[in-house]
Each structure stands twice: as C-alpha cells, then as structure tokens.
C-alpha cells in the first residue's frame, strides 16, 4: 500500500512498525457543538481507510479521541448557564448519532481528553525536567518552541518566519512568542485539576500526545486528521512527544482535504456552516458517504446540493443493478476485486474503487438482461466490494422505493390495474397509469414478464 507522507510529502511504501499490526491515531471532534459536513469528511475518510487496511489483513487499533476540555465547551456552558459537562455528553451523543447515519465502524479506543488528565501531567513534568517546558508566573506551563531543533518539519513553517510574521500581542509570560500553552492555571467557574504547578487543566495539543501515546505508545505507525491541524496542533503535538520520548512519534502523517460549500469555505460568518443533521434532513446518510467516497481524501471537496443529487443518482444505480440479483454467491470476479484492491492501495484512491463498482454494475446489467451465466458472480462481487467502502448493504428495493407520495398498496393496484390493461390491450389506460405514477415520481420497469418501481429523484 502507498501512502501520502505529509512529514514527506511523498508516497511512500507503508510498512507498519510491527507486521500485520497497524496502529492509527486520529484527531477527533471538540464537542462543543453539533459535527459539521467537515467532520463528517474525516469520520469517513478514516473509517475507509481502517475498512481497508482490515480487509488487507491487518489487525488494526483505531483510537479516535473526544476533546472534551476546552475554552469552546467552557464559553458554551457560561452561554447557557450549564456544566461544561452537560454541554459536551450533549454532543457526544450528537457525534454518535452522526457517526452512526455515515455508517463509520466505532474505533477500538474512544479517549476522553478529561480522562487524560493524570497522562497529560506526566508528559509535561518530562518536558520540564528536560528543559523543553517550563512554569510561568502566571501559573500556565509553556511548551519551549526553540529548544526543539526540527520545529516546522511537518509543516514546513520555519520559527524565524512564524515570529517574523506575527501581527497579535505577545504573551509577556512567554519568553518566546512561538511558545505555546501546556497547562493553564485555574480560572473561576471553569473544569481544573490538581497539578504540581497549582489547579488547571490541559491545553488542547498535550491531550492528544498523552491519549496517543498512552493507547498506541511512543511511536506508532499512522496519525490522520483534517488538513486545518496540520499546523499548529500536529506540528506541536510531534515536537511535545519527541521532546518528551526521544522517539519518532508518529511514522506516516495522512491528512484529508478541506470541505468547501459552492466553492467557498465553510464558515458561521458567511452563513454557509452546514451541520451533518443539516444535510441528513434531507439526505440519506449512505448517500451523503458516497459522495464523500467520490473524491480523493487529499483534495478538496466541493459540497452542494447538486453534487449531493449527483452521488444519490449514482449509488441509486448501483443499486438498481443489484435488484433482484442472487447475492449470496461465493465466488467472486477476481480481476474486478484486484482492481479495486490496486485503486484502494494507490493511497486510498475511492474514485478509482468506484469506478470499479460502476463498471461491474454496467456488466451486471448486461449479463442480467442476456441472461449470462455470470451475473451471480457479478452480483455477489459489487455487493462485496461494496461492503468494502461500507456501501451497498440495504435492501435494494427499499432504498429504490424509498418514500413516496402514494402508499405503496395503491402503487401495487394501480401496477396491477396497468397489467390488465395491457392483456385486455387497453393500451390507453395502461399509458394513463404509467403517467400518474410518473407525476408522483415514480418509475415503472417492465422485465422478465414483471413489472418493478422505484423513486425517481
């Protein structure tokens, strides 16, 4: 399998640190509000990729970590006059219940950063001792930029240039304005725990080290996220853990594209934040998982209703082919399943995966229109390449009919009337029937001497 090394910037061979065990580690949601068609991209992309390498052979441990301690979830809760507890199960439950519509395999480990405390102290007394951390009067503990020599190696960004460029106010409690917050001291009314440095709690970047190390170990084989965390929270996550350990911390660095609405970025200033409840209103969460599958994980992705009708039209006609079709057969298309396996291996390439599952859809159909011998196989194999990507595991004649304006008894008695019509050649009153259920969106197929519907649009 390759791999797109973002620390690289190349595609490289992926070879695990102990073979056939994969450890992954990816950055999860900060629960202060409902998960937005962003995160939905990142629930996706990585839940494909564990998909994957599973169905490889590997025995993969996914840890995918709650932020459940942060100043977003604090302000919340001042908001409203609640616990910042109330506010984060609030949407952790909301997270899950999205998670659940998108079809996402639940990880082997769901760290909660509030559980992390005692791992995050551990880590920052190393730093300390070491000289890469230390005390402030202010009662914060700070992350000494300068005494990592390699800072920038993922991103790039080189501190000369980062302090250079700074146009905000600097922290007269650093001595560096690149330093960045380990510990912060206690405030009034807000979430804190004991520490060797007074009462507090954790900054954002030192939860993950700690969640990840503590599940994964100093070094571990991948880490994944949204391309936004690239820099600053993995570019101070890998100089905090390599400080601390004086290991590689992570070996492969993976990160998915940015989701833009029409073709501008997402944001609550422009009006365009779209939550992933937003869109399962109005789209089906299978599709919606489609859609995302449709794009390579590295580029960005356009979301849009145009676009959301054109992946449900697609993945409608995926299903289309599979209706009516023996699915229960063993064998398989080998050439189509190398082909899908080599696309998936080319660094995750689902375009090409999809590809594949359309074009055994298009000789399904032949086949099943001619008769063929080896449409079973062919059915069995889109089905299971299918599973593969987490698509394609419904009922196909209920996710063809779906929900209609008629009940389906009257679409079952006016198919029934249309046949009459047409043994008594009433051919008028069968064309009468076919455009009624058209105006209500539905359309009739007529094969092998039956008559099938499904929901157009």
């Known amino acids: 399998m390759q791999i797109h090394n973002t620390m690289t910037r190349q595609r490289e061979t992926f070879e695990p640190r102990e073979p056939g065990r994969v450890g992954l580690y990816v950055c999860g949601i900060t629960v202060y509000d409902h998960c937005h068609i962003g995160h939905a ?101 700070y992350y000494s930029v300068s005494s990592f020599s390699e800072y920038g190696k993922l991103s790039g960004r080189k501190p000369a240039e980062l302090r250079s460029g700074l146009r905000v106010a600097v922290d007269e409690h650093k001595r560096d304005p690149l330093d960045f917050v380990m510990w912060k001291a206690a405030k009034p009314n807000e979430p804190q725990w004991p ?6 709690r954790p900054g954002w970047h030192i939860e993950c080290s700690a969640m990840s190390i503590s599940l994964l170990g100093e070094t571990f084989d991948i880490h994944g996220g949204g391309l936004d965390l690239e820099f600053p929270h993995h570019e101070n996550e890998i100089a ?4 601390a350990t004086g290991q590689q911390f992570a070996r492969y660095w993976m990160h998915n594209g940015l989701v833009r609405v029409d073709d501008e970025k997402m944001s609550k200033s422009l009006g365009n934040f779209t939550t992933i409840r937003d869109v399962l209103d109005r789209y089906d969460g299978e599709q919606i998982r489609s859609f995302i599958a449709s794009s390579h994980y590295r580029s960005p992705l356009n979301y849009s209703d145009a676009q959301l009708d054109a992946a449900g039209a697609a993945l409608r006609r995926l299903y289309n082919a599979l209706r009516g079709q023996q699915l229960d057969s063993n064998e398989l298309d080998t050439e189509a399943v190398a082909r899908f396996d080599a696309a998936m291996d080319d660094d995750l390439n689902t375009p090409e995966a999809m590809a594949v599952l359309h074009e055994l859809a298009g000789r399904l159909n032949v086949a099943s229109r001619s008769g063929g011998a080896d449409a079973d196989k062919l059915a ?10 987490g698509l394609l595991q419904r009922d196909p004649d209920l ?35 076919r455009d009624e259920l058209a105006a209500a969106g539905i359309a009739l197929e007529d094969a092998g001497g039956k008559t099938t519907w499904r929901r157009e649009g």
């Not at 996706?44 to 942060?70: C, E, F, K, P, Q």
């Not at 905090?240 to 400080?243: D, G, I, K, R, V």
């Not at 779906?402 to 064309?431: V, Y």
């Open 195 to 200: 520490s060797p440095w007074g009462p507090g």
């Open 399 to 433: 996710v063809l009919q779906g929900e209609t304006s008629l009940p389906a008894e009257r679409i079952g008695a006016l198919i029934a009337e249309r046949a009459q019509a047409r043994t008594a050649k009433n051919f008028a009153r069968s064309d009468e029937i």
């Open 41 to 141: 991209r990142a629930l996706v992309v990585y839940d494909l990729l564990v998909r994957h390498l599973r169905a490889s052979g590997y025995d993969v441990t996914y840890v995918r970590n709650i932020t459940d301690v942060d100043d977003k979830i604090i302000d919340r809760a001042a908001r409203e006059g609640v616990s910042a507890d109330d506010i984060s199960e609030r949407f952790i439950t909301s997270m899950h219940e999205d998670a659940k519509a998108l079809g996402t395999l639940a990880p082997t480990h769901e760290p909660r950063a509030m559980d992390s405390i005692e791992a995050a102290v551990v880590l920052i007394k190393r730093l300390i001792e070491s000289g890469h951390a230390y005390a402030g009067d202010n009662g914060d503990v």
């Open 240 to 243: 905090q853990s390599e400080a």
């Open 380 to 389: 069995a194999t889109l089905r299971h390449l299918g599973a593969r990507l």
